[in-house]
């Protein structure tokens, strides 16, 4: 009886601490990237489109946690339906994956209306998955 009780308590704490953890962890608006850039043949530079959060903030945020080889990518936030808003270009590979970089848009980022992340290759053909939030 004591040993179930033991087993019921355990479950409910690891129950408890998988939703804090994963609660704590997620951004608004973050969707996931698979592009690929450089080389040649079938590319895709561009992430899907997201609603950024109107919530102020004036940064995009890029994350990659995957690279097909030791070449990097370069990637900026657009504006979707005004290209000539756009945040700071960053670099991302596999030196910094996992790391969180944040980029200031050039002007006031509108909350409520539409962002794409546009990737370029550094050198030679990269595929490249991560995180971004606009």
């Known amino acids: 009886m004591l040993r179930n009780k033991m087993k019921k308590m355990a479950c409910v704490a690891l129950a408890s ?15 996931p990237f698979n592009v690929t850039v ?3 043949g079938t590319q895709d530079p561009l992430s899907m489109k997201e609603i950024k959060t109107a919530d102020g903030d004036q940064y995009a945020y890029f994350t990659g946690t995957w690279f097909s080889n030791t070449n990097g990518i370069y990637v900026r936030s657009y504006k979707k339906s005004d290209t000539t808003l756009y945040s700071s ?21 509108d909350g409520g209306e539409y962002y794409f992340m546009k990737a370029t290759a550094a ?3 990269v595929n490249a998955k991560g995180n971004y939030c606009p």
Request: one cysteine or more.
């Open 17 to 31: 601490m998988c939703l804090a953890s994963t609660g704590a962890t997620a951004f608004a608006g973050t969707i």
């Open 89 to 109: 270009r960053t670099y991302l590979s596999s030196g910094n994956a996992g790391s969180t970089i944040k980029c200031r848009y050039n002007r006031n980022a």
């Open 38 to 40: 450089g080389g040649s």
């Open 123 to 125: 050198s030679g053909k």
